[in-house]
């Protein structure tokens, strides 16, 4: 049974630029998988995002996740709260439903922020903001999991550090997840399948299961086997993945 069902047929910025974001994009992903899209900067995989979580309605298709679905985001930048705490931060999330006494202090600790519970995001590193970031997607245990890019431009180790951490968190919520990146190996370590789209508009140009053993890292030599062949059957496809971003200050 599927969690999510995606028909877009298409998706036009119809004020300033009037260009095509994405085209004759049907997709669909069963409850608890972990999908990854990957393509080409400007190819849509920000704007797709958008659709599915119902925060851009204005496009023709049809996008099917179910009315009540309780949904997590986790954007290219953490966009905190910057007057609020890291727990004040998280149990925003909870609104309006009742705090569960508790629950955002024990992601917190999971993501190792014990001892920065009342600190405010001005005064937290680039990775702890994004480990906040991360708590407050899963505080409400969602049903769908977005991700935009969300470990870009931090450092490998701090970056490995939040994916060994996302990872966990969905082995025991089972969230049906979206993760966006343009990191092939990130995604071959990430995901149990891979949706690969073409230059803007975006269209799916290969979905490809990945049948690599748990756990993997980006540089096992599983995952980098993987990557070479892939590169060598799609090389245009492939090209200007891995880009390499600048790295925030870390932990």
């Known amino acids: 049974m599927s969690a999510l069902d995606v028909a877009i047929a298409r998706k036009t910025y119809r004020k300033g630029s009037g260009i095509t974001a994405l085209a004759e994009l049907a997709f669909a992903v069963p409850a608890g998988q972990f999908l ?22 204005d496009f023709e298709g049809t996008v099917g996740r179910g009315a009540d679905a309780r949904i997590g985001f986790v954007f290219q930048t953490p ?60 505080v409400n ?17 701090t970056a490995q550090q939040l994916r060994d951490l996302l ?5 025991k919520q089972r969230p049906t997840v979206l993760f966006v990146t343009h990191d092939l190996r990130e995604a071959l370590s990430l995901g149990d399948r891979i949706l690969f789209l073409s230059a803007g508009p975006g269209r799916i ?37 891995d880009a390499p971003k600048r790295a925030e200050d870390a932990a």
Request: with cysteine; charged share 25%.
């Open 167 to 171: 990872l966990a968190l969905w082995q």
């Open 79 to 138: 966009r905190l709260m910057p007057w609020l705490s890291a727990r004040d931060n998280v149990r925003l999330a909870l609104e309006p439903r009742p705090r569960e006494e508790g629950r955002a202090e024990a992601l917190l600790r999971e993501m190792n922020l014990n001892g920065q519970l009342n600190s405010y995001p001005g005064h937290l590193s680039g990775g702890q903001q994004r480990r906040v970031a991360l708590a407050r997607a899963f």
């Open 205 to 241: 140009v290969l979905d490809l299961p990945v049948e690599l053993a748990r756990p993997r890292l980006p540089d096992s030599p599983a995952v980098e086997a993987a990557r070479k062949r892939l590169l060598d059957i799609y090389p245009d496809l492939l090209r200007g993945l």
């Open 36 to 57: 990854c899209i990957v393509g080409p900067s400007g190819c849509g995989k920000t704007t797709l995002l958008s659709v599915v979580a119902g925060l851009d309605r």
């Open 141 to 157: 245990e969602p049903e769908l999991l977005l991700l935009d890019e969300p470990f870009t431009s931090l450092d490998a180790p």
